[in-house]
């Protein structure tokens, strides 16, 4: 029997998230942060974890670290939900919220995982292009959310890869006008100079506010949570596997929320550099470089030069992630803010492989 006849054919069709790993000095392709915690609080979580007892089930509910979460964002413990980082939780949300054959609506380009784990679950995202300046198209928006009815859409803010921070009236809009829920992803929130507009579900009990810890130096701990109305909380919680979040995870993490405020100057300091990355990848000819409110700028590389600048900066032991074949970012890499010094090697790369 053909091993692969056991598969449902949707699930052979999907792309597998890629991951290289081909060995690099300079790993600029993951939207990591190029921080590890403040050494005193890494201490502190090293100790907390160390004493964990391994015999023991989690605490199933995570008490402690939503109630660290829910103090950070000015929320109720009751209004946070935790996922083995936001993935977990777009597959929670699209498991507990869609019928088969409903929609759900996809400004893009965006953040990839919100199709793959669709279609893993049997459901075809509609997609709506951003503009050319990678702003949402409202009108395009709003006329596909009368004709599809979406149940579900996943507005990303500041948006994977463009960096683009859509403005709050243009979410309020989309909001106003859906029918079902407006998941609004802010993984890269805090490196815009903003910051969030806020607990939007208070207003709009169909917006969904998604964040995580994955791009503020703790991707290591894989926690991502939700904050939304109570109900939708207490509803989604119903599919979400039990223990989803391992014991050394919920302790270290509340430590790092309980001393947020130490964290805080990292993220000026990738604002920085990136201000500064962004100013340096625009004087370069044969670039151009889009304005970013996240940790990782979008750029094109023109005249068709993507994969011989690609295959370079891997010379030069550089990793960006190249949209190869993508009809829109095709001939473009999104590049993570790194610490100043892997930006400069960045900058000799790049300058050398064009
Ligand atoms: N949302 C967006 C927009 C992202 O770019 C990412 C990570 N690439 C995630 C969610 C997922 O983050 P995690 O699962 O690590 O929490």
Redesign the pocket.
């Given at each position: 029997m053909d091993p692969l006849s056991l598969i449902r054919p949707k699930i052979r069709d999907v792309k597998a998230y890629f991951i290289d790993h081909t060995p690099s000095p300079v790993i600029l392709d993951?939207?990591e942060s190029p921080f590890t915690p403040p050494r005193k609080i890494l201490e502190r979580m090293l100790v907390v974890m160390a004493g964990t007892p391994m015999n023991r089930y989690p605490d199933m509910e995570a008490l402690g670290v939503r109630a660290a979460i829910a103090h950070k964002d000015g929320a109720a413990p009751e209004e946070v939900l935790l996922?083995?980082?936001?993935?977990?939780?777009?597959f929670y949300l699209i498991l507990a919220m869609m019928e088969p054959g409903e929609r759900i609506l996809v400004p893009t380009p965006?953040?990839v995982?919100?199709e793959t784990i669709a279609k893993s679950l049997n459901m075809e995202p509609t997609p709506v292009p951003l503009t050319d300046d990678w702003d949402l198209d409202l009108e395009a928006t709003l006329r596909l959310i009368k004709e599809k009815s979406p149940r579900l859409i996943f507005l990303?803010t500041?948006?994977?890869?463009t960096g683009k921070k859509y403005p709050l009236r243009a979410i309020e809009a989309v909001a106003d006008a859906a029918p079902g829920a407006v998941v609004v992803?802010?993984?890269?929130i805090d490196f815009s100079a903003d910051g969030p507009y806020g607990l939007l579900y208070r207003d709009r009990p169909n917006v969904i506010v998604?964040?995580?810890?994955?791009?503020v130096g703790l991707?290591a701990l894989?926690?991502?949570y939700i904050l939304a109305d109570r109900a939708v909380i207490e509803n989604v919680n119903k599919v979400r596997l039990p223990y989803n979040i391992n014991s050394m995870t919920q302790a270290a993490a509340a430590e790092a929320l309980r001393n947020w405020e130490e964290f805080v100057p990292l993220f000026g300091k990738v604002r920085e550099e990136r201000d500064k990355l962004f100013t340096a990848l625009n004087e370069i000819s044969g670039i151009h470089a889009w304005p970013s409110e996240?940790n990782f700028i979008l750029m094109r590389v023109e005249d068709g030069a993507a994969e011989r600048v690609f295959r370079g900066l891997l010379e030069h032991g550089v990793r960006v992630r190249w949209f190869s074949g993508h009809p829109r970012v095709g001939d473009c890499f999104r590049v993570t803010v790194g610490d100043p010094h892997e930006n400069s090697m960045f900058l000799s790369a790049i300058r050398e492989a064009l």
């Open positions: 993951a939207n996922g083995n980082g936001s993935d977990e939780l777009i965006t953040f995982m919100y990303a500041p948006n994977n890869p992803d802010e993984a890269y998604m964040r995580t810890l994955s791009k991707a894989r926690l991502g996240a």
